[in-house]
C-alpha cells in the first residue's frame, strides 16, 4: 500500500481502527510474525510483533491512543516539536496537529491528527530517499 492510501485512509477515519494501526506499524518498521506452540492446533496461533529486535504481544494503538501516536511520532521523527490542539461545535469534534515545519494535520481525534502528522513526515523522509 502507497502511504499516500494510508495517509487518505486516516484523514477519512471517524474512529480508531485497528486494521489502520497494522498498516501503520508495518509501514514504520514492525514485523508481524505468527508462532504455533503446536503446529496441528490453529488454537494454538500467537502472533508477535517485533521492533528492533524487541519483541511484544501487542501492537500499540497508535489510532486510538494519544501516547502511542507520540511514540509513533518519535519513530519517524525523533527529534520534533509541535502541537496538538481540539475544538468541538455543533458539527463535532475536530482535532489539528503539526509537527516541525510540517502542514496543519486535521482528525477525528488528536491521535489521528497525530498519526497524520507522522505519516506526512515518513511520506518526505521516504521521498527525500
Known amino acids: ?5 494510508l495517509i487518505q485512509e486516516v484523514e477519512s477515519l471517524t474512529e480508531p ?3 489502520i494501526d497494522v498498516k501503520i506499524g508495518l509501514l514504520v518498521g514492525w514485523q508481524r510474525k505468527v508462532e504455533y506452540a503446536n503446529e496441528k492446533e490453529e488454537n494454538s496461533r500467537n502472533v508477535i510483533w517485533i521492533l528492533h529486535g ?6 500499540p494503538r497508535f489510532t486510538d491512543s494519544l501516547e502511542a501516536a507520540l511514540q509513533l511520532l518519535e519513530l519517524v521523527a525523533p527529534k520534533y516539536i509541535g502541537g496538538v490542539s481540539w475544538s468541538t461545535d455543533e458539527c ?3 482535532a489539528t496537529a503539526i509537527v516541525n515545519n510540517g502542514d496543519y494535520c486535521h482528525g477525528a481525534t488528536p491521535a489521528l491528527a497525530v498519526c497524520l502528522a507522522a505519516l506526512k513526515i515518513k511520506q518526505s523522509q521516504l521521498e527525500d530517499d
Request: net charge negative; aromatic share 6%.
Open 1 to 5: 500500500m502507497a502511504i499516500a492510501d
Open 17 to 19: 481502527s485497528r486494521d
Open 92 to 94: 463535532g469534534f475536530e
Open 54 to 59: 524487541e519483541r511484544t504481544a501487542r501492537l
